[in-house]
């Protein structure tokens, strides 16, 4: 029997809190699992910086990946037999499913966003370099590693194949605010997924849903609005995020000033630092080494990289107030003066931060970042773009929401001896909002 066919001998399950059970067969599956990649997951947080805000959120990319597999394992069981689907493409589907965060860092995306690293370019280095992984792929058929990356970079010729994992209604979204909202113990992110699977209908580039199933996609996305703005985005999260990427720039500062020696030599980020990262050194990184070192970094020489470390390993964040950049330009611009005249680094203790979403939008051809909108099947055969069909969906089609913090230590601020100088900063601040708490 060839490899692609293998089945175990018997089947095995991970017990699964969301899913009830996650249901492997297939060998290929199975050997996956087992690699060194894939098992790396286990140390990389699904939420990042969330559980300084949501305790319960835990969970890791090793959790949420095999849900994603889950979900595309059922959505295949329920499509067996339907015109437009080709059972030649299960185990593909399948291998993107489960591989799809593969090349996740630590703390995903702010880890991201300081060294200007793009996980789904590793993705795709970890499934067709010299790794477990691809060992395992290429055993399939050659070629076979280079199809699932295509899948994961939306550049597979079978269309269907990629909206299952990446489409406004696919497996990786169903999967991730399912598994968040039960770990963060919120009620958003609930919804009918198992109706949502009934309606799944494939055809010859999509997934549409028959419009039976509309309301079960209402509801899916107003709970992804919810989550991004009550979870994702929550302003506590964020002054985490601000804190992480600041030790992150203040180390590769340090590590670029050639008089600063450091007690605990960074030898896990220099790669990082010069920004000559190997598939190699990416792998070796993972969130347990990262809060080692910050955990060490707290001993640090540097007073800001001391601080900074400690305020993230004891959760002793920034406090926050609404900020209009359009507005608020010159009034930041003072905010830094001052700053720098009491003898705080505005650098790293004055952080203006804005986190963005659009929940759900039509076909924009051309654009940036072009979305493929949910197709409604109605019972003459015909399609109807979700918007066009849903008033409540209507509601927040194409509709892009911002939201600014200005982040700051306000314990620095009230110990700080030139009080008249805090008070002019206390004056700016809060008169543009409320003072934010971070409990």
């Given at each position: 029997m060839a490899y692609k066919d293998k089945q175990l001998q018997e089947e095995k399950v991970f017990k699964d809190p969301v899913h009830r059970y996650v249901h492997v067969r297939d060998q290929v599956i199975w050997d996956l699992i087992a690699t060194p990649e894939f098992q790396r997951l286990r140390r990389i947080k699904q939420l990042g910086t969330t559980n300084l805000t949501f305790h319960g959120a835990e969970h890791s990319r090793f959790n949420h990946s095999l849900?994603?597999?889950?979900i595309v394992r059922r959505i295949?069981?329920?499509?067996?037999?339907?015109?437009?689907?080709?059972?030649?493409?299960?185990?593909?589907?399948?291998?993107?499913?489960?591989?799809?965060?593969?090349?996740h860092g630590p703390f995903s995306h702010s880890f991201e966003k300081v060294f200007k690293l793009d996980h789904e370019y590793f993705t795709q280095q970890i499934i067709l370099g010299d790794t477990k992984i691809n060992e395992v792929l290429e055993r399939v058929q050659p070629g076979f590693a280079q199809n699932v990356a295509d899948v994961i970079d939306k550049t597979y010729q079978n269309k269907l194949v990629v909206s299952l994992i990446s489409s406004q209604i696919d497996a990786d979204r169903m999967d991730y605010l399912l598994r968040d909202?039960?770990?963060t113990g919120v009620s958003y992110g609930h919804f009918d997924m198992e109706r949502i699977l009934r309606v799944m209908r494939p055809i010859e580039d999509q997934v549409v849903i028959k419009s039976t199933g509309m309301h079960a996609v209402e509801d899916y996305i107003m709970s992804r609005y919810q989550m991004y703005w009550q979870v994702y985005f929550h302003p506590?999260?964020?002054?985490?995020?601000?804190?992480l990427t600041k030790i992150l720039h203040r180390a590769k500062h340090l590590y670029e000033t050639s008089n600063y020696t450091f007690k605990l030599e960074p030898t896990h980020f220099i790669s990082f630092f010069t920004g000559d990262v190997q598939l190699e050194h990416y792998l070796k990184l993972d969130e347990s080494i990262v809060q080692y070192y910050f955990q060490l970094w707290q001993d640090?020489?540097?007073f800001i990289l001391s601080d900074?470390?400690?305020?993230?390993?004891?959760?002793?964040?920034f406090k926050y107030v609404e900020f209009n950049p359009s507005h608020m330009m010159k009034e930041l611009m003072e905010l830094y003066r001052l700053f720098q005249k009491i003898g705080i680094d505005p650098e790293y203790y004055l952080v203006d931060d804005s986190s963005s979403d659009l929940p759900y939008d039509f076909y924009r051809p051309g654009e940036e970042e072009e979305r493929l909108p949910i197709h409604l099947l109605m019972p003459n055969g015909e399609l109807k773009e979700l918007s066009r069909h849903s008033d409540i969906v209507e509601a927040i089609s194409g509709k892009k929401r911002t939201d600014h913090k200005l982040y700051f230590p306000k314990d620095v601020l009230d110990i700080n001896e030139d009080k008249q100088t805090v008070e002019q900063i206390k004056a700016i601040l809060y008169g543009q909002g409320d003072e934010g708490n971070v409990n």
């Open positions: 849900g994603v597999y889950e295949i069981n329920n499509f067996q037999d339907r015109p437009n689907w080709d059972n030649e493409e299960r185990l593909l589907c399948l291998c993107a499913a489960l591989l799809h965060d593969l090349g909202a039960y770990f506590v999260t964020r002054s985490a995020e601000v804190i640090e020489d540097d900074l470390c400690e305020r993230f390993m004891n959760r002793r964040l």
